[in-house]
């Protein structure tokens, strides 16, 4: 039987609500503040045109374009942190020349053509362009020049990416590949997610009682993956092991949970089981939690029957973040690896009251140590779509 190889983190970089860089991620999620404002656009008719956004002091001012396709703020976003994580791992340049992409978005580079295109504006409207163009100015400026993919099955896209990164690197196909995700703000999603009923007039407030909807947050995160022997034979000291993950698909519904939990259940069942580790060593767990109240209570009653008894904490991540979409599993997997780096799980934004059918731990107001250095980490989207990931310490 062929022994899989080892998949470690080398690399990470993000841009986020929280400031333009990790050391600024990380300090965010230490205070545990923030929060959404409205988008400067005229055309955002809608109730709650409400974004946890990047500073526009943060939002990069290239590349402009790649080939004759104009860039918006998700792809600036993705190669600016891309950079990041390439610089953090050190790779060489044959190194970075050789690597892979593989690249997860819900709305893409959507925000270009939303501008150019709105229903209302005057002067012609210009030309459609692929809001798919984000992986291809990922690789194009980074000077990848690895296979390059991008996966778009909604709020999940990122997670389906990391499993994707990881089998390719497991397989021999390659050693090194960069995979995140990256989201900007949209009119589209905004309105879409208004016309549901689904925002949150407030802030994203995932397991509180009141909650009322979600809240889209913006920004990119990226990770180089690499095979553990690689890593050491450059001389690198990994910020942690990908140990595991798994996907699944619901069938129940285009939009709503299946409240069984079954599909997640067992995506979460099969993550646990190629990472050979038990339920009970698993130090801290960051839920999909949006805010919407058939996610919470579905996750919180999933997470009950898989841990039994034991109560890990949760990072709330979404509720310093916002609803990343479809770049909230590479959010995630940054978050965990900073967790693991410093021994510390992040306090959540206090919750007004927490749901009492929502029986999961949530630190708040202070960090606490993490115990077992494992992180369990899940993404849901429509469709029912479900991508579970374990991450752990070096040697656990």
Known sequence: MTTLRSVVVTGIGAVSCLGADVPAFWRGLLAARSAPSAIDDPLAHMPYPLVYQVDNRGVPAGPQAVADVPLGRAARFAVAAGRAAVADAGLTEPETRAAALVFGSEMGNSDVDESRRADGASGPRSRWHSPAVTAAAVSATLGLAGASTSISNACAASGYAMVV????????????????????????????????????????????????????????????????????????????????????????????????????????????????????????????????????????????????????????????????????????????????????????????????????????????????????????????????????????
């Open 165 to 396: 990164a990881l089998d390719m690197i497991r397989s021999g196909e390659h050693d090194t590949v960069l995979v995140g995700g990256a989201e900007g703000r949209s009119r589209v999603a905004l309105g879409a997610f208004n016309r549901l009923g689904a925002v949150d007039p407030d802030r994203c407030r995932p397991f509180d009682r009141h909650r009322r909807g979600t809240i889209f947050g913006e920004g990119a995160a990226m990770l180089v993956l690499q095979d553990a022997a690689t890593a050491r034979r450059h001389g690198r000291t990994p910020y942690a092991e990908v140990a595991g993950g798994a996907w699944s698909c619901d069938g129940y519904h285009a939009t709503a949970p299946d409240p069984t939990a079954r599909q997640l259940l067992r995506a979460m069942g099969e993550t646990l089981g190629e990472s050979g580790l038990s339920a009970g060593q698993i130090g801290c767990v960051i839920p999909h939690g949006t805010g919407t109240r058939h996610n919470d209570v579905m996750e919180s009653r999933a997470l009950c029957e898989f841990f039994g008894t034991y109560r890990p904490p949760l990072l709330s991540l979404k509720s310093s973040l916002g609803h990343t979409a479809g770049a909230a599993m590479a959010f995630a997997c940054v978050a965990a690896a900073l967790v693991l780096r410093h021994g510390l799980i992040p306090p959540s934004p206090r919750l007004g009251e927490q749901d009492p059918e929502c029986d999961v731990w949530i630190p708040q107001d202070e960090p606490v140590p993490i115990g077992p250095a494992a992180i369990l980490l899940n993404a849901l989207a429509f469709g029912g779509n479900n991508v579970s990931l374990l991450i752990k310490g070096l040697g656990t």
